[in-house]
């Protein structure tokens, strides 16, 4: 009887560590944003934080109603025992009506998904148009971040940032949408709370660069796993790379019983309402804002 029981806990000890080591990366301080144009930028901050005038040549049309914005960590793992999972997320965007949706741990045809394609899902289930960035591969499938827009997807980059052991994306999408052209941002940073703050301050500096080279109004939604009175979110802030939308608005995540999910937007947006819903299937709750444009 000992024998079978050593065994098997054996090829679970073996699949963690071929879980942990096939994962593991080592990108300390790389950062590589695109370069860009100065004469094609619609600027509202310099690469230095500095506002600057935002030129009327963008074009950017009047609004007919606010632009509703979505982050979710949808945690898409949970397939594994639940195989309606999906179908409850999807509920619920359904349910929020968004116009631009950031989603963090989605699966495509991992094991965790019951092998299925969990945005293919989303996007049927939403009628909604997506695009999938995948942080790796693992077990012959995908885990990463993914968009959903009713607008049109234009074109799409996955972004490496900084990582010591599980890589972590930034996915950028040129989304044009109500006759407007947006370049919006999902991300993921890495988890383990104040044991990987250092790690999260450099990713956070990498994605103040990187929205930085955006040439339209840009949005920043995901899950940056640090509350707001943390050091290296005090320090994002600190570089005016965009604005907070929403401030106070309650814990996004009911176990830490911290706010860590955020959605982020260029200086241009006027922000008319942000908050954190108590409802879905998820560990955390989605975060949903409302943007207006401030001519």
Known sequence: MRRPILGLLAILVLLLVYHVLSAFTLRVGECKPKPVDPNLRYLTRDERGVLVSFPA???????AKPLTVLTYNISGHDELYDSSHIAKIAAVINKLHPDLVGLQEVHRRTYQSRFRDQLQELEAATHMHGRFGAAFTQYGGDFGDAILTRGDIVSATVHELPSVGEPRVLVESIVRIDGATIDFYVTHLITWGK????????????????????????????????????????????????????????????????????????????????????????????VVAELGWNR
């Open 57 to 63: 040549r963008i074009g950017f049309p009047p609004q």
């Open 195 to 286: 044991y990987e703050s250092n790690a999260r301050n450099q990713q956070l500096h990498c994605l103040a660069r990187m929205v930085r080279t955006s040439r339209y109004p840009y949005i920043l939604t995901g899950d940056f796993n640090a509350p707001l009175e943390s050091t290296e979110i005090r320090e994002f802030r600190h570089q005016n790379a965009a604005q907070i939308c929403g401030e106070n608005i309650g814990i996004s995540h009911p176990l830490m019983k911290e706010r860590i999910d955020y959605i982020w937007a260029d200086y241009g947006w006027n922000v008319l309402s942000a908050k954190v819903l108590n409802i879905g299937p998820s560990d955390h709750y989605p």
